[in-house]
């Protein structure tokens, strides 16, 4: 046996928290934004919140694909709109309630994740871009060639007279809904980032082919990174039909949704978990305000003003600004 | 004399009309230190992506360790301790330099994932004072001995260092050859592909030419460097 002595560690990296205790700090957290809403009690406290929180759960699903694995995924509108019609086919179909609805649209969504990945996962870079958008246009086609869901028309969802308690109105149910989707996808993507799933991601991001090499298995690991941003972004989608009440292929297939869905991880900090956060709750919270000072209009044209204007200053986005260049 | 870690059998490649690789025969035993040598363009590359599982052949076939490795993909082939570097240093950028390591430990699933293994490897390449570091902060030297540390971590049988020497002076050259000379007293077979034809003599026990894609010699270094045939292939007629 040598007797050479084992090589000292690095230098301490900063104690980082569990798997456990994150997801139980996210719960409280949940738990007291939504007493916090509660507390409040207007619709319009309700309705703004919903909306500033789909947008977290969107841009922290987009950000599982493009922010850890690199793919930058154009069609985050298609799975928002898959999860939206999922709600309204099931709902009129078989009569289900939000919540089943949901757990159907994140089935829908990964399927559709993990079609699209193995359709169009070995393209890279702009080519894997624009098959994305591909798929939003295919889709948006076939929904509203579909008159079952309402066609080009769209659909009117109603909402359940009745609400559980103890929540004062559907507004509310909803909200808290949403609070707990949010919170759930951002503990996903922060126990993903601190994986292994995560550092196997990253590494082929950052090189495909000498991932490969060390043993990663990168076409798997796309294949489940599309299939979990998939499915999460559908399930963001589910409720929209509830929230207008009104649902129809040109809003639930908005560019807002796919433009938002990449500027906010990129304007948080795209490849962490807590980016698409940040950027999203600045990014919508800007447009809420903006819709109702401003005009509703003026929504895209401020998240471009915000883009480029990060782009320019901070590439890394705003999580790239606290850590230093590295 | 030891077992036959790799065999190559009429080993072919074409890229459109273009022959890249032309029924090359190789042999390698355990332990053995092989230099693979031949100009620019001669086919070096492309055998060991074709051994490596970057790209198939469209003839022949390898057998590692006994068994064939037609079908397998990369990582399969990174599983089965058959480890490469590349030309070109190519870490994982977005990760430090202890990351990088923990990458293979985690995949490759041939050696234990922990950090006292992960400094094993970076200690094992004089690395280790560096294991918080990104890799752009690394000289080109480091960069290599990254390559080597994150080909180690994998346990290989069987190593591929693509011309692991370009581009450095003669004393990091001779650092990079004392590194590769204490894997394979380790265990590791290597195979060499170099254009430092004082690494590759130093090092080689047994050296291959290939020229246009064919293998025109194998043999004892000396023997082979003075082959007609080898001197026309780097000096011309």
Not at chain 1, 109 to 136: D, K, M, V
Not at chain 1, 289 to 301: D, K, P
Not at chain 2, 56 to 74: E, I, N, R, V, Y
Not at chain 2, 215 to 230: I, N, T
Request: proline share 4%.
């Amino acid at each position: 046996m040598s007797d050479t002595a084992l090589p000292a560690l690095p230098s301490p990296a900063p104690r980082r928290m569990g798997h456990g205790s994150f997801w139980i700090v996210t719960i409280i957290i949940g738990l007291l934004v939504a007493l916090a809403l509660r507390g409040l009690g207007s619709e319009y406290g309700y309705f703004a919140a919903t909306f500033v929180l789909q947008y977290i759960v969107l841009a922290t699903a987009w950000n599982i694909l493009g922010g850890y694995a690199g793919y930058v995924n154009f069609g985050a509108a298609a799975f928002f709109a898959a999860g939206a019609y999922t709600t309204v086919a099931m709902g009129k179909a078989l009569g289900l309630s939000l919540l089943p609805c949901i757990a159907l649209a994140a089935l829908v969504g990964g399927a559709l994740g993990f079609g699209t990945g193995i359709l169009t996962l070995r393209l890279r870079g702009a080519y894997f871009a624009i098959a994305t958008l591909c798929l939003s246009v295919v889709l948006q086609t076939l929904v509203v060639n579909w008159d079952y869901v309402g066609g080009s028309r769209g659909a009117y969802v109603l909402r359940p007279r009745e609400v559980p308690w103890p929540f004062d109105g559907y507004s509310g149910l909803l909200c808290t809904v949403m609070v707990a989707m949010a919170a759930a996808s951002v503990a996903i993507s922060r126990t993903i980032q601190k994986s292994r799933l995560g550092l196997g991601l990253t590494a082929l991001r950052d090189d495909e082919a000498a991932a490969e090499a060390a043993g990663v298995p990168t076409l798997k690991l796309k294949l489940i990174a599309t299939s979990i941003s998939g499915a999460m972004m559908a399930a963001a989608g589910a409720p929209l039909p509830y929230l207008g009440s009104y649902v129809e292929p040109n809003t639930a297939f908005g560019m807002a949704y796919a433009v938002n869905a990449i500027a906010m991880p990129l304007i948080g900090g795209m490849g962490t978990w807590s980016g698409p956060l940040i950027g999203a709750v600045l990014l919508a919270s800007l447009q809420q305000a903006a819709t109702v000072t401003i005009s509703s209009a003026a929504n895209l044209m401020i998240v471009g003003v915000v883009l480029v204007g990060f782009v320019c200053l901070a590439p890394h986005g705003i999580v790239g600004l606290f850590r230093g260049r590295r | 004399m030891s077992e036959i870690v790799l065999r190559a059998e009429g080993v072919g490649k074409r890229f459109g009309g273009f022959t890249a690789l032309s029924g090359v025969d190789l042999e390698v035993r355990a332990g053995e230190r092989l230099g693979l040598i031949g100009p620019n363009g001669s086919g070096k590359s492309t055998f060991t992506n074709c051994l490596a599982g970057a790209f198939p052949s469209h003839d022949g076939a390898f057998t590692f360790k006994g068994q064939k490795l037609a079908g397998l993909k990369s990582h399969e082939r990174a599983r089965r301790g058959l480890a490469r570097t590349f030309q070109l240093p190519r870490p994982f950028r977005g990760m430090t330099v202890i990351d990088n390591i923990r990458v293979p430990l985690a995949y490759a699933g041939r050696d234990a994932a922990t950090d006292e293994r992960a400094m094993e490897c970076l200690e094992s390449v004089e690395l280790a004072a560096k294991a918080n570091r990104m890799p752009k902060e690394l000289t080109q030297v480091e960069l290599r001995r990254l390559e080597l540390a994150r080909a180690t971590a994998l346990k290989p049988e069987l190593l591929i260092a693509d011309e692991a020497m370009a581009g450095l002076s003669h004393a990091e050259v001779d650092q990079i050859l004392a590194l590769l000379f204490r894997l394979n007293e380790a265990g590791t077979t290597i195979i060499m592909i170099e254009h430092v034809m004082r690494a590759v003599t130093e090092f080689s026990q047994r050296l291959a030419v290939l020229v246009a894609g064919k293998k025109v010699a194998d043999g004892e270094p000396r023997a082979v460097l003075s082959m007609p045939e080898v001197e026309e292939a780097y000096l011309g007629r």
